[in-house]
């Protein structure tokens, strides 16, 4: 027959008996020689450090990561105990290569990191699941039972603590304040006891800690360390008070009245039916009743005849649309309903959310539309498209910036980039009609508008013509025109001609048959004939509606005095058939003072 060795005397075994290596390093008491050292008795195990798995620290074995202190050094962490430090529990042995579990001796059961022996076990698991299997000195196993349990196998609750549920909580944590016994009343946890500290709740946020019992706040009244739960008159729940028979209040703090027909008992006091909001509280806790009506305090505004709101959840005449009006910590909001969240003080539906901002408000159909909260769609603006507004629509084109810019307001369009209101401008739209809107720009200061798209600096605009920039012969820069090859002057009005001669409408002419004129224009023969070459030069040969005076083609319209040759009354020059009049003169031939 083999005899079981006792631990104590296995492990001095394994410290001096069974050291394959002698030493004559001769080490001090309660130190061991292992090679040329001498290390503390308890970090030395089958003559190695700490198994060769850890680092002796202190005169305690710090195991490397992946395994665990055990009573024969640092051994697979799934093979160790952590609470009884006993390898594979002590009758059993750890497999030689992860994943590691433990292998057991006959008549044990492994469970967890141990080997079990079937005294410990009981419905399946260790100690009830209320202790742990330790060996006496006799070496013989029994359950060691946590703070709040008794029984061979921690089976049942111990003197210190009471039976809740199905856990048995010490009585520091009991308390039948809200009506039937409870640990830490409901709303807090039960902080064990230690060596140093009884055990004790440990409540939520909004709780106060009363009896041993965790409170709401809500249901307490009075100063610190002097508190009443529901005045005395009724029990706290998760929710508030519920009162006793005869009481009435969120603190049980009124006695219920007995009233004549048609009026209730609220607050202490009979009032009338008709100021009853559907919470059954008193125009809804926001206002006062006044005779037969709700009259609302400040803040509040009535829905419905009964109910006074409070102003931050009216939405559209209505009460938090797809939400409800909560209070947190003094402030009423809307709390949206699952699908919905909340933007500008709206709920709106998830399904118009193209982007939560990690600052700010969501943004709703891309910034591009608004959003229908019925149907949970994007109804975009005119230029944009798509189910999220994040497309251009067919009347417009995307900008460098992502922008969708009307068509009407491209200046100019560059290798796919187009140029909005010549960069000196903004789009906007105007409506015509009903159902007509024009898009066009609107100009930066010094800027005219040309067509609905260019913006032109007036620098560039020749008065002489109508609205064209620099005389269709130029570009407009920095306020200036740059003219096209071979045009020049401030508007690229004028052109290069060959000695001799000047330009004039769209071609340079021989000097003899241009006229010139006071306000800058030049005609070619007055604009009333053709130019000729003759015996003498070049000269003007004037149409059947003009005739020649002082050189230049005069329509016959504007001659007053066809014997003297005066035109206009002498009072102003012939333009297009018909008298332009000096200043102070009027009339089809500025024949009269103004």
């Not at 080490?27 to 002796?56: H, I, K, L, Q, W």
């Not at 022996?117 to 009981?122: A, K, Q």
């Not at 130029?474 to 401030?490: A, I, N, P, R, T």
Request: proline fraction near 4%.
């Amino acid at each position: 027959m083999v005899c079981a060795v006792h631990p104590a005397v296995q492990r001095k075994m394994l410290l001096i008996g069974f050291i394959t290596v002698v030493s004559a390093l001769v080490c001090p008491e309660g130190r061991v020689a292992v090679g040329e050292n001498c290390y503390p008795e308890d970090c030395v195990f089958s003559g190695t450090v700490c198994s060769g798995r850890g680092d002796c620290i202190g005169s305690k074995c710090h195991c490397d990561r992946g395994y665990a202190l055990s009573e024969q050094g640092c051994q697979p962490e799934d093979c160790v105990n952590r609470a009884t430090r006993y390898y594979c529990g002590r009758h059993g042995a750890c497999s030689v290569t992860a994943p590691f579990t433990c292998t057991c001796e006959d008549g044990y059961t492994a469970m967890g990191h141990s080997c079990v022996p079937p005294d410990c076990i009981s419905d399946g698991k260790v100690c009830s699941g209320n202790g742990v299997c330790i060996y006496g000195l006799d070496d013989e196993p029994y359950c060691q039972c946590l703070e709040s349990y008794a029984g061979k196998l921690c089976e049942e609750c111990s003197a210190k603590s009471t039976l809740i549920g199905a856990h048995c909580i010490p009585n520091e944590c009991v308390s039948d304040i809200m009506g039937e016994p409870t640990a830490c009343g409901g709303h807090g946890i039960c902080i064990p006891a230690t060596k140093a500290t009884k055990a004790f709740c440990l409540c939520l946020p909004k709780m106060k800690n009363i009896g041993n019992a965790c409170i709401p706040k809500t249901c307490l009244s009075g100063e610190e360390g002097n508190y009443t739960v529901c005045m005395g008159h009724g029990t706290c729940k998760r929710k508030g008070c519920v009162c006793d028979e005869g009481y009435e209040g969120s603190l049980c703090q009124y006695e219920i009245q007995h009233c004549e027909e048609g009026y209730v008992s609220k607050g202490g006091e009979c009032v009338n039916q008709l100021c009853i909001s559907s919470s059954g509280d008193v125009c809804s806790g926001g206002g006062s009743c006044v005779v037969d009506h709700c009259v609302c305090d400040q803040g509040f505004a009535l829905i419905g005849g009964t109910e006074c709101t409070p102003l931050q959840c009216i939405v559209l005449g209505q009460v938090c649309p797809h939400g409800t009006c909560t209070n947190t910590d003094g402030i009423w909001s809307c709390t949206c309903n699952k699908a919905y969240v909340s933007h500008n003080g709206y709920c709106v539906p998830k399904s118009c959310i193209t982007d939560y901002s990690p600052i700010g408000e969501p943004v709703l159909c891309s910034g591009h539309g608004t959003c229908d909260y019925l149907t949970g769609m994007c109804s975009c603006n005119y230029q944009y498209s798509g189910k999220h507004c994040d497309l251009c629509s067919t009347y417009s084109v995307a900008t460098p910036t992502g922008e969708c810019v009307p068509l009407t307001c491209v200046s100019d369009m560059q290798e796919d980039m187009p140029e909005t209101c010549s960069s000196h401008g903004v789009c906007q739209r105007n409506k015509l009609s009903t159902n007509e809107y024009i898009d066009y720009c609107m100009c930066d200061d010094d800027y005219e508008l040309l067509d609905t798209s260019k913006c032109v600096h007036r620098n560039c605009l020749n008065p002489m013509t109508t609205m064209v920039e620099c005389t269709n012969h130029g570009q407009c820069f920095d306020g200036k025109c740059v003219c096209d090859s071979g045009y020049l002057g401030q508007y690229c009005e004028d052109y290069k001609c060959p000695e001799g001669e000047l330009y004039a409408s769209t071609a340079c002419y021989p000097r003899q048959c241009v006229s010139e004129y006071n306000d800058g224009q030049r005609r070619v023969c007055g604009g009333h004939g053709h130019c000729v070459e003759g015996t003498g030069g070049f000269e003007c040969e004037c149409n059947h509606n003009a005739v020649m005076l002082d050189g230049v083609c005069t329509a016959v319209t504007c001659v007053t005095n066809s014997d003297n040759g005066v035109v206009c009354s002498g009072n102003g020059v012939c333009r297009d058939n018909r008298c332009l009049c000096d200043p102070g003169f009027r009339g089809g031939y500025c024949e009269r003072a103004a």
